[in-house]
């Protein structure tokens, strides 16, 4: 039903700014919930930013709160993570996923994964 890339993924230095894209693939995109989510070495994938169909309603972790912004184009069949004040903790692989569940911060709803992208931060 959709097909999803991440890309924009790289190095970059803390305090600085990267913005990832999902370009997704399917008749249906407008009609699903798109997340992000990222991991770590050693670490559970965790839940980073999600935003409705809609495009009326975002969804942030509280690590990243007032640093990141989620966005989508429908139009595009687009979806868009600005991240800005980068730590190093950021530091992970990215993942864009789709669900048509109201569950957007749970990673076990999502039906639909890309490959990831990485990003890393450097102290």
Known sequence: QV???????????????????CAASGRTFGSYNMG?????????????????????GTYYAESV?????????NAKNTVYLRMNSLKPEDTAVYYCAATMSIA????????YWGQGTQVTVSS
């Open 65 to 73: 709160k007032g640093r990141f912004t989620i966005s989508r184009d």
């Open 36 to 56: 992000w989510f990222r991991q770590a070495p050693g670490k559970e994938r965790e839940f980073v930013a999600a935003i409705r169909w809609s495009g009326g």
């Open 104 to 111: 957007v911060v749970a990673a076990t709803t999502y039906n």
């Open 3 to 21: 097909q999803l890339v991440e890309s924009g993924g790289g190095l970059v230095q803390a305090g600085g700014s990267l913005e990832l894209t």
